[in-house]
């Protein structure tokens, strides 16, 4: 369709065109993740009160975009390959965004679900919205099956059109108030828009989704690069940036004056929770008095939702999918690749479907979270930039909007992500003294016994003691928050799990347990099974790199503890929990006790290859072949 528009128009004119495509895609998954949730509750919320908010954020996430573009376009790689290049831990910052990807399907599953709302409401009685959302994940799933970048670019710009006109009606009938507007210019924080703010600079112009541009227009040049072919169409990408930011720029400006003028109707006041079902009825109410304005705002709410979804999960089962074959190494045929992603993200969404109704806190908590993420990235794509031939690097004003932008954004983010703050800099802070002994603990006779496979009963039991201990420590030296214990618990039966094995994991844990336990607490259940885990999965995770514990996998080990023991173990072993009350757990704990496992499972693999020594297997099924080796060494040299 575009090739065809472009081929009559005059030649001087077809390469600031040629790149339209992967822009528009960009810009229906960024409208689908903030215009119809997070902008409209802002809206009504705090007015236009935080208009500066979508400013700054446009313009950094502008600028992250066009650092992604000048790196595809000179040396025709995808961002994801050059993720791979980052000094430190081997594919770490590859992984780390595939794990953010696979998460962000529950922001994918609020959008589908918010989806079927509109149908719902446009053909009442029809199904059950979770249905709607499913039937449209289907639709989504035959349509993307084929793994063809120009029929998904096809169907968008059939979406963007519509979405133009859409907003060409919208602009004829609704008014704006200019005056408000340009007070909210003005950096203001108003009081209990925390958690809005960074929802907004996680959501606004899309969050992690930019990453996948450098992907739609690899797909666009086929891999094409060089000086020649940069220089030839930078202007056409930049171009196609250009507009797909000022779209999405126009869609959030008018969903937030939908926010506003739904809260002049409405009986709530600001700060009052604003639920899914109160922010569509206001709109609705206001739409209303325009020609057919019902009918529209649902059908055109549909189609920015349905193509955020799929513009959306293609790009990141493209990407997904070159991250695996890259980081892996395999033969296998990315088309393959691609549809095993594709199911994967269709089984986390229809699982979201069933432990989550409301769409609101789906796509709330998951743009707040993007929005440290994506500061962090930031300094990435600079490190990458000053890589690049000098012909494609950003100009020292791209540099300044970046570097202010990445610590603008840092800074507001952990500001005002109280958690961080509050709990996980101090669990770091204590986590200072627990070095200190496992400093000691390396220059003892005890850990190189446990190192070279030579521990024997007796010091097994040490070990269980002294570790059992640091995990009484970390609940006694944790933080008690709306009957919690945010703690770093964890990390003692982590690494009696890596030292001693998994049943030394497990002894240590029941230590720890057992003390948690006696303190009682509606999280005492989970709270003592999650410590027994960890202990236990550590000695497997140990004999699964046979020993290898690098310090990327240090960190993964400690995402994947905290994350079973806060998402699995608390709605598994705490039966009459709400879902409020859940969402105040993964918000209160999540993070600072990620933060602080990290932080101590990092400086003991440290201090092991410090001391020179590496981790050995002990597993109980098996034979200690490492000190049986070991034992060998020492026969032949006494022969």
Same mark, same amino acid.
């Given at each position: ?373 994506? !500061? ?42 109280? !958690? ?103 999280? !005492? ?32 080990? !400690? ?81």
């Amino acid at each position: 369709m575009i090739q065809g528009i472009i081929g009559k128009l005059k030649s001087r004119y077809s390469d600031y065109l040629l790149f339209l495509g992967p822009g528009l895609l960009l810009a229906i998954a960024a409208a689908g993740e903030s215009g119809l949730t997070e902008v409209i509750a802002s809206g009504a919320h705090y007015g236009f009160e935080l208009i500066w908010v979508v400013i700054i954020t446009l313009i950094f996430k502008f600028a992250f975009t066009t650092g992604i573009a000048r790196y595809t376009l000179a040396t025709g790689e995808t961002i994801f390959d050059g993720l791979r290049k980052i000094p430190g831990p081997k594919n770490w910052t590859a992984y780390f965004v595939l794990v953010i990807y696979l998460l962000e399907m529950f922001a994918f599953a609020g959008m589908l679900l918010m989806g079927g709302i509109f149908l719902d409401y446009l053909i009442p009685g029809l199904n059950p919205p979770w249905f709607l959302a499913i039937i449209s994940l289907a639709v989504i799933m035959f349509l993307l099956w084929k793994d063809s970048y120009e029929r998904i670019e096809k169907i968008v710009v059939i979406i963007a059109v519509l979405l133009f006109a859409g907003i060409i009606v919208v602009l004829s009938q609704f008014y704006l108030h200019g005056p408000a507007i340009l007070d909210g210019c003005i950096p203001t924080i108003p009081p209990g828009s925390a958690v809005t703010i960074m929802a907004l600079m996680g959501s606004i112009g899309s969050g992690l989704n930019i990453l996948l541009y450098s992907v739609w227009l690899h797909e666009k040049t086929g891999g094409e690069c060089g000086e020649n072919f940069f220089r030839r169409y930078i202007k056409s990408v930049n171009l196609d940036l250009v507009l797909a930011f000022t779209l999405v720029g126009f869609i959030t400006l008018i969903f937030i004056g939908l926010g506003v003028s739904g809260f002049v109707v409405s009986y709530l006041g600001h700060g009052e929770e604003v639920t899914t079902e109160a922010i569509i009825s206001q709109v609705l109410y206001i739409v209303g008095t325009i020609p057919y304005g019902i009918t529209a705002f649902l059908v055109f709410g549909y189609i920015i939702m349905f193509g955020a979804a799929i513009s959306g999960m293609d790009g990141r089962a493209r990407a997904v999918s070159t991250m695996i074959k890259g980081a892996l190494r395999l033969n296998t045929d990315e088309k393959i690749l691609y549809r095993g992603c594709l199911v994967l993200f269709a089984a986390i969404i229809i699982i979201s479907f069933y432990y989550f109704t409301d769409p609101m806190l789906l796509l709330r908590h998951s743009a707040a979270i993007a929005s440290i993420i994506f !500061a962090a990235f930031g300094f990435v794509i600079i490190y990458l930039d000053r890589k690049l031939p000098k012909y494609s690097r950003g100009s020292r004003l791209w540099l300044t909007v970046m570097g202010v932008g990445c610590f603008v954004f840092l800074y507001i983010a952990l500001t005002l992500e109280n !958690a961080i703050l509050e709990f996980g800099l101090p669990l770091v802070e204590r986590i200072l003294f627990i070095a200190f002994v496992f400093y000691i603990l390396s220059k003892t006779e005890l850990f190189t016994k446990l190192t070279e496979g030579r521990a024997d009963l007796l010091d097994k039991i040490w070990t269980i003691a002294i570790f059992g201990a640091i995990s009484i420590y970390g609940t006694y030296r944790g933080i008690e928050y709306g009957g919690l214990i945010v703690n770093f618990r964890d990390l003692g039966p982590m690494i009696a799990g890596l030292l001693g094995g998994p049943v030394v994991g497990v002894f240590a844990g029941i230590v720890g347990a057992v003390y948690r336990y006696s303190l009682g607490g509606w999280t !005492a259940v989970p709270c003592m099974a999650g410590t027994i885990f960890a202990g236990l999965f550590a000695g497997i995770y140990c004999h699964i790199y046979r020993g290898q514990i690098t310090y990327y996998r240090a960190a993964l080990l !400690a995402i994947i503890v905290e994350c079973v023991h806060i998402l699995l173990f608390v709605p598994l072993f705490v039966t009459d929990i709400t879902l409020e009350q859940y969402l105040m757990v993964i918000d209160t704990s999540l993070m600072p006790m990620i933060t602080a496992n990290i932080a101590g499972l990092l400086i003991f693999v440290y201090l092991l290859k410090l001391s020179g020594s590496r981790l050995n297997d002990y597993w109980p099924l098996k034979k200690n072949l490492i000190g049986k080796e070991k034992q060998k060494e020492c026969d032949e040299d006494e022969n």
